[in-house]
Nanobody
């Protein structure tokens, strides 16, 4: 599985961006696709995830810091997952990554197939 994140850019505080994560394939072994971010000098952190193809298919989970502002969705035909980011804040500035998990986890170590990140910069 190869993932490619895109859609980052520079936006003013309060603005919006939509990130895309295109997957070469999403086999049945994939449990979830997650979004993570890493700001300069900080550890990578969980942002959001969507469960894929289990009894909880389509269920989404968000970090407290983005709940109510970010929305994760998917296009099954295009094997693409989106992260709609609204009401962006300067503290959302980071490189955003997508990755897959084969079991129910929010821990970074449980994710693999990391794609190249996309830079999001929010100016105040």
């Amino acid at each position: 599985v190869q993932l490619q994140a895109s859609g980052g850019g520079l936006v003013q505080a309060g603005g919006s961006l939509r990130l895309s994560c295109a997957a070469s394939e999403l086999p049945l072994s994939i449990y979830a696709l997650g979004w993570f971010r890493q700001a300069p000098g900080r550890e990578r952190e969980f942002v959001a995830r969507i469960i894929w193809g289990s009894m909880n298919d389509g269920l989404t989970t968000y970090a407290d810091s983005v709940l109510g502002r970010f929305t994760v969705s998917r296009d099954n035909v295009k094997n693409t997952v989106y992260l709609q980011m609204d009401n962006l804040k300067p503290e959302d500035t980071a490189v955003y990554f997508c990755a897959t998990a084969q079991y129910n986890t929010l821990q970074i170590r449980g994710y693999n197939n990391w794609g190249q990140g996309t830079q999001v910069t929010v100016s105040s």
